[in-house]
Structures are given as structure tokens and as C-alpha cells.
């Protein structure tokens, strides 16, 4: 399921952070509601969005089932917003801007389909996460750990689609199983 909150959040230039500031409502209530469908939010949650927004409640509420039922999907354009995608696992969300490089490095470094596939059937499916346990351990000795780590998060969990030169689509490999 897309999330549809920071969807809508970032559309009125906020994150759940500045949200949670603005309003007083806990990153933790907003971090939960964003991976639920917006039907199914608090009027609680519905009332402090609205309130940080400037829309009112039932405003808020069509516009997040407008999105939910779009085709909208996230744009990361930063790398904090990167890592925290990639961290909740997204469904499918866009890379924008110089990160796309970031995917195109990780995407030249990947195997073919065929081979990722020979390895993961010789390897009984479990090839993937020994790459990322090994990849792991390596990185915690070396000095750029949290970079790589991420590059290492982005090839094990997702497959890459480049939209154009400056934006690439990530979407969970899971979801193509």
C-alpha cells in the first residue's frame, strides 16, 4: 500500500516531523496512520492534519482518498527522504533529481535478471539476504558505512526503473512475485 499521508504532506511542502511540530501530535501516531488506508484514520489524526494544513477535516480526508486512489506515488528528492523510504519499505516511490545517480550506480552494479536468478535458485532463494548479511559486515569496518548500507538496501529490496535521465522508479521486489 502506498503511502498516501506523506504523499499528501509533501504536495503541501511538510513532512510528518514538521506536522507533528506544528500540532502537537506524536511522529509515532502519524508514522502508523501513514501506513494505513486514510479511511480508517482518527477523527483525532483527520483534526490535526487539518489544523496543520489549513484545509478542514473532510478536506483533508478527500484529498487523501483522491491520492489513495490515484496513481500518485512518493517523491524522494532528498536523501533523508531516500533512506526513510527505503527504511518503511515503500511499495513504489520515485528517486528525483542527483540521487537518480545513486540508482544508476546501483543499478550497474546489480547482476542480469537471469543471473540474480540463477544465483537465488542455486542459493534455495536465500542468496539475496547472505549477499546483504555479508555486505553488512564488511561495511561496519569500512568508513562509509551508512551510504553503502543504503546502496546495499536498495539492490536486495527493490528492482529499478529509470522514468527518465534525472528520475528512476523503485519498486519492491516482492510485489512482482
Known amino acids: 500500500m502506498k503511502n498516501v499521508l506523506d ?44 489544523s496543520g494544513t489549513g484545509y478542514s477535516p473532510g478536506e483533508v480526508l478527500d484529498k487523501l482518498l483522491a491520492i489513495r486512489d490515484s496513481e500518485a506515488v512518493y517523491i524522494a528528492s532528498t536523501l533523508k527522504e531516500i533512506r526513510q523510504k527505503v527504511k518503511e519499505k515503500e511499495d513504489v516511490f520515485i528517486i528525483r533529481g542527483e540521487f537518480s545517480a545513486l540508482a544508476k550506480e546501483i543499478k550497474q552494479s546489480s547482476l542480469s535478471e537471469s543471473a540474480e536468478l540463477g544465483f537465488q535458485l542455486g542459493m534455495g532463494g536465500s542468496g539475496s539476504y547472505v549477499v546483504w548479511a555479508i555486505n553488512r559486515m564488511i561495511n561496519s569496518f569500512g568508513g562509509k558505512k551508512e551510504e553503502e548500507n543504503l546502496k546495499d538496501d536498495i539492490m536486495t529490496l527493490y528492482t529499478i526503473k529509470f522514468l527518465n535521465s534525472s528520475e528512476a522508479m523503485l519498486r519492491l521486489k516482492q510485489l512482482d512475485y
Request: glycine share 2%; hydrophobic share 35%; proline share 2%.
Open 7 to 50: 504523499i499528501f504532506l509533501k504536495q503541501n511542502q511538510m513532512t510528518r516531523y514538521d506536522l507533528s511540530k506544528k500540532v502537537g501530535i506524536s511522529e509515532q501516531t502519524l508514522s502508523k496512520a501513514a501506513k494505513r488506508d486514510p479511511k480508517t484514520y482518527s477523527v483525532k489524526t483527520l483534526v490535526a492534519i487539518a
